[in-house]
């Protein structure tokens, strides 16, 4: 593994591992997370925090069965009375939160896992009417997005996602083909796919964005850019383009598959269909119909909230939450019976567990400066330089001399207010994301143990 590298390792060095080492979609990984010395309140957490523009990701960890490719927290096929159960600690931990942290302002929610859309009509219910109760949000005042898998989806289902004001479904269709489906370990969703799409459409909800993998070991390239076209068809709102990770404790991994080579040249016949199709690039993985983006490349309809900038808030177990200097979640797992124990530990909760952190990571201004940098490089609009200068004093090429390698490898290129990667950049975007991580932050997720 990297880590145990040095941060002064050159690029070119670096590269040797190849275009894929990890998706850095946030920093740091969870790996890095440790448990605290002691306990933290989290009214003292919070306390000193900008709350006027937080982020509210609400956790759901049940699916209908459990993908080969998949190492998320989430567990299939859940009683009802673990459901239940669970979103009761849901609603405890929300009343606990706004006591901890008043004067709270979300400006996103996002309701992820997991499948949220394996809960039932009134289960779903029950989580809207606990966060209009316990958090007073609405989803009509702010964007939400709903995670869903297509065998999940029904007319009823999204009537109540439409009302609670659900403007963004996030489908995880994975592959339009059967054969391609079944390597990746997923059930054959096939038939659902086409239907439960029509049905957000009837519904009238805003943004369909569309998930596909590509890189399995045994799918051919013209396959997979035939499930592109058939994506690029339907003309979605959002794509997003995920290259096969095989993760330990995946079924995947267990039976000793690894990804396809040809991931590079998928990626590339990919991305070139969607921009001829009428998509822009956002990042690596993420394109966007061109008509919705602005001339940055975000989109017009762009929330109030920067990633890199702003913190979250997360709700149930798995989720994590973000203040400026801290970054605090519960424990990690993939193997069912420890994600089993992992929730009903959860469902027990006192109020006292609840109103403090157990476990994360504190960032000092360095891997704050890195946090930010690592964000923005690598979405396609870039590091806006004076911004960086204005939140950090000085210049991130000043911070971070390292930066000048990838400018002298025409990986990225700076015209002085911007610093972006290039297409031959967004292409290793996988690698160098990890390659700007900290030495302190890939010495942990070495060190983390992938036992359960
Ligand atoms: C939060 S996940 C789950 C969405 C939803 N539960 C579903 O499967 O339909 C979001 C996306 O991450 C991608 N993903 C998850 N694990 C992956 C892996 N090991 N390699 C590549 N992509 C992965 C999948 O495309 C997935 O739809
Ligand atoms: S990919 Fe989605 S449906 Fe499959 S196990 Fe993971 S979270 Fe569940």
New binding site residues.
Partial sequence: MLATQSNHLTFQTFMQAGPYVGYSYSYPHKTAYREFDCPRRLAQLWEAEKRDSLFLYVHIPF?EFR?G????FTYSQPTTELVSGYLRAIRRQATILRREIPNVRFSRLAI????PSFLSCSELEDLFGLLGNSLSLHGSAIPVSF???PGTVDVDKLRILHDFGVDRIS??V?SFAAHDLASLGRPNEQASILKAIALVRDIGIETLNL???YGSDRQSIASWTDSVSAAAEIQPEEV?L??????PL?GLANINRTPSDHRPEMYRAARDLLIDAGYTQLSMRMFRKRDLTTNTGMSSLQPDYRCQRDGMIGLGCGARSYTAACHYGTNYSVKQPSVLQTIREYTQNSDSQFGHAFRGFDLDEDERRRRFLILSLLLAEGLDIPEYEQFFGSSPLVHFPELQELVELEMARSDGARLRLTELGIEWSDAIGPWLYSHRVRQLMSEFLWSE
């Fill in positions: 699916c993908c490719f998949c190492n998320l992820g896992g997991g499948t995670e869903v898998s489908m995880g994975q998930d596909l993998i997003y995920y290259p096969l990770y095989v993760r995946t």
